[in-house]
């Protein structure tokens, strides 16, 4: 499957922005799907994940309650919708899949990942 991240921008803080991930080559129903996001000098870390169903979600602590992850297996998409924005969100955000019967949140779990879109948020 070839992911394509996309729907980063700059944004004021408390702003909203929902990042798109579209899938193609492989239907998206057949995996887990997940945001990571990283800034230079650090590693990549796990944002949000959703189960092939979307019947399982799990968030990082630090986006919990103003994040939110969706999927929508007929349009081969995954979205995040991100609100309450801080300064210390930005980062390049990826879209990550992954066959895995569980939800995992680690990024050595993923297999397929996309090219990153940047989010920058000003303070």
Same mark, same amino acid.
């Given at each position: ?14 702003? /909203?922005?929902?990042?798109? $991930? ?8 057949? &995996?887990?799907? #997940?945001?990571? !996001?990283? =800034?230079?000098?650090? %590693? ?8 092939? /169903?979307?019947?399982?979600?799990? &968030? ?10 969706? !999927? ?10 991100? =609100?309450?924005?801080?300064? %210390? +969100?930005? #980062?390049?955000?990826? $879209?990550?899949?992954? !066959?895995?019967?569980?939800? %995992?949140? =680690?990024?050595? %779990? &993923? +297999? &397929? ?6 989010? =920058?948020?000003?303070?």
């Amino acid at each position: 499957v070839q992911l394509q991240a996309s729907g980063g921008g700059l944004v004021q803080a408390g702003g /909203s922005l929902r990042l798109s $991930c579209a899938a193609s080559g492989r239907a998206v129903v057949n &995996y887990n799907m #997940a945001w990571f !996001r990283q =800034t230079p000098g650090k %590693e990549r870390e796990f944002v949000a994940a959703v189960s092939w /169903s979307g019947g399982s979600i799990k &968030y990082a602590d630090s986006v919990k309650g103003r994040f939110t992850i969706s !999927r929508d297996n007929a349009k081969n998409m995954v979205y995040l919708q991100l =609100t309450s924005l801080k300064p %210390e +969100d930005t #980062a390049v955000y990826y $879209c990550a899949g992954d !066959r895995s019967p569980f939800v %995992e949140i =680690t990024q050595n %779990e &993923y +297999d &397929y990942w996309g090219q990153g879109t940047l989010v =920058t948020v000003s303070s």
